[in-house]
């Protein structure tokens, strides 16, 4: 198996304050990989250097054996114009905890648009593949309404077909279940797990122990910007062996 | 207390059908108090509609005001084109408005010190000055450059450049600019960041993801202020008298002047300027409306679809399903 992402001493700071202190993980290809935390510790600002929305100070970050955002020749290193970052993206999903979904447009037109504008796939396959996905995620009927006229889960559900709709090799969950009611929690991890069935790769920020435990073939608990803890979800979340994961899982378990 | 208030159902007429739309067993009381009596509204109508009256009554019979004049002007033709001009360079200058002011409101916000900087003097200076000073600044340029000289593109004598129709369209157009400029920038910086991150994660470009997801969304909030800009502009255009452009009011007051019907030609201005806005205050309600697809669940139904759905008896549903 080869690494889907690989991580080498990533930091980042915002100002002075360093967020993240160097991380070193690595994400195989077809693989669930959780990551837990507590609030403030980096999972968010690390996921969102994997798809270069935010720039790393220091370190190496690979996707797929590429590097991300920059091109490295001999011991130069060169930052990527904006359209070859554009271009790296494609092939990366993102799912946001607050769903982010174009309120202007219709849940169809949403996972329409970025096959059309970005790939240039002619509308009428990509309204087909669009209405596919729509289905794949339970909501073939609300293909018509805007997201104010969906739910937090029916949103959530439209964003994930959105971000398939480009057919990533590599999913980026970022606490895709906190922002909805408790009883519409169920309806976005039952999508997630489908997908982590068929095989795609997946790293997922997640408060969802229960997903983590059934799901997920690697964990990592991170604190503090440092990754703390490794290894299997079930040997980590029933046998922590660190005084921090120990405290932080008694308060969310 | 409040109990008594929960159970007042919503309905006009309360005994039609109380307990069904209650849902409960036993049919609220309707309340039967004696309303608080509004003594001061009653007074102040009857004040109001007074002076009204006397200040209808006075320019009615006022006999230095020839109203058959009035009449007889408003179908003008020298009128009509003199509208017909104030509409052209309203709708020019706020062309000109809209356009450069996306261009400086893009300036402003970009990352680059020097762009923001210009875009920022440019504001400052063009809304820091009064408009009819800045059209009387465009009409009298050949006093100090007597030619206009763009170098091999074009070039010529100043006075034949700035004619009053170019000396209008500068003075009202760049001025407008400045204003739309702000209004832009704040539309733009009223889209969720969270919009730019989702495209930019899908892999769009900048430019795609400004024209296809964050212009749309900040449209809702650039359209209302934009229409009142424009019926400001269509108001605010008969300044360019003073650069002898024949628009309406100078229209009007030329006619006014040599028929010795000055405040008749008035008058004639003032209708033709409330049918301008009138007009467009009805279009606006729509294009307001065309941009709030999305934001609200159900878009409410506008004046015509009202009437058709009285007359069909049956209401069109829009938006809600596939
Ligand atoms: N754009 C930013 N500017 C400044 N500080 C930020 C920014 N984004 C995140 N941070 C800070 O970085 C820290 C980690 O944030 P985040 O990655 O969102 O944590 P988590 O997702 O684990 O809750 C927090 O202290 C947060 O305040
Ligand atoms: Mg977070």
């Known amino acids: ?95 946001f905890q607050r769903f982010n979904l174009f309120p202007h447009m219709t849940a169809l037109e949403n996972v329409m648009e970025a096959p059309v504008q970005v790939k240039g796939t002619n509308k009428a396959q990509a309204k087909e593949r669009a209405r596919e996905l729509l289905d794949r995620v339970g909501l073939a009927d609300k293909a018509g309404n805007y997201p104010s006229q969906l739910s937090g889960g029916q949103q959530q559900r439209v964003a994930i077909a959105r971000a398939l709709a480009m057919d990533p090799k590599l999913m980026l969950f970022d606490e895709p279940t906190s922002a909805l009611d408790p009883e519409l929690v169920g309806d976005v991890l039952d999508v997630m797990r489908d997908l982590a069935e068929s095989g795609m790769t997946m790293v997922v920020v997640t408060h969802e122990m229960g997903f983590a435990r059934e799901v ?13 803890e490794s290894g299997d979800p079930r040997e980590v979340l029933t046998n922590p062996q660190h005084e921090r994961t120990q405290a932080f899982l008694s308060k969310v378990l | 207390m409040t109990d008594k208030f929960d159970k007042v159902p919503a309905d006009p007429d309360p005994s039609a059908d109380a307990v069904s739309k209650t849902g409960g067993d036993i049919p609220p009381e309707a309340m039967k108090a004696i309303p608080v009596r509004h003594y001061g509204r009653w007074i102040s109508a009857v004040v109001v509609l007074a002076l009204l009256a006397l200040l209808i009554n006075a320019f009615a019979t006022a006999k230095k005001i020839q109203w ?34 996306v261009i400086l409101a893009v300036m402003r916000m970009s990352k680059n010190p020097v762009t923001s900087s210009v875009a920022w003097f440019y504001i400052w200076i063009f809304r820091g000055t ?37 000396a209008a369209l500068l003075g009202l157009g760049l001025n407008e600019a400045a204003y739309m400029a702000e209004i832009c ?84 201005a003032c209708i033709w300027y409330l049918v301008m806005t009138s007009v467009f205050s009805v279009f606006q309600y729509y294009l307001e409306r065309r941009y709030a697809r999305g934001s609200l669940r159900q878009l409410p139904p506008t004046p015509w679809q009202k009437v058709k759905a009285n007359m069909l008896g049956m209401g069109r549903e829009r938006g809600a399903g596939a």
């Not at chain 1, 915002?14 to 980096?42: H, M, N, R, W, Y």
């Not at chain 1, 997920?216 to 703390?228: H, K, R, W």
């Not at chain 2, 001009?85 to 356009?99: C, P």
Request: glycine share 10%; aromatic share 8%; charged share 20%.
């Open chain 1, 216 to 228: 997920g073939d690697s964990l990592v608990f991170m604190d503090g910007g440092v990754v703390v």
């Open chain 2, 68 to 101: 058959n004049a009035v009449g007889e002007y408003v179908f003008d033709s020298t009128v009509l084109a003199g509208a017909g001009r104030t509409l052209l360079i309203s709708v020019l200058a706020m062309i000109m408005g809209v356009v450069l002011g």
């Open chain 1, 1 to 95: 198996m080869t690494a889907m992402v690989k991580a080498e001493g990533v930091h980042k700071s915002f100002g002075a304050v360093q967020v993240l202190k160097g991380i070193d993980l690595e994400v195989q290809t077809g693989e669930v990989f959780c990551l837990i935390g507590p609030s403030g510790s980096g999972k968010s600002t690390f996921l969102r250097c994997i798809n270069h929305l935010e720039k790393i100070n220091a370190g190496r970050l690979y996707v797929d054996g590429e590097l991300v955002g920059y091109r490295q020749k001999g011991d130069k290193l060169y930052e990527l114009k904006d359209s070859e970052v554009a271009l790296q993206r494609r092939d990366i999903g993102m799912v």
């Open chain 2, 185 to 268: 920038r704040a539309g733009l910086m009223a889209v969720d960041e969270g919009q730019t991150e989702a495209a930019h994660a899908l892999g769009m470009s900048h430019g795609k993801t400004l024209r296809r997801i964050v212009i749309p969304q900040a449209m809702r909030v650039i359209v209302p202020p934009t229409g009142n800009e424009f019926i400001n502009m269509l108001k605010t255009s008969s300044l360019v008298y003073v650069v002898t452009y024949n628009e309406l009011l100078r229209a009007t007051s030329t006619i006014g002047s040599t028929s010795y019907a000055v405040m008749e030609m008035l008058f004639v």
């Open chain 2, 130 to 166: 009064p408009v009819y000073v800045q059209l009387l600044i465009w009409f009298n340029l050949a006093l100090v450059f007597e030619t206009l000289n763009l170098g091999p593109i074009y070039k010529d004598e100043m006075v034949q450049v700035m004619t009053p129709f170019m």
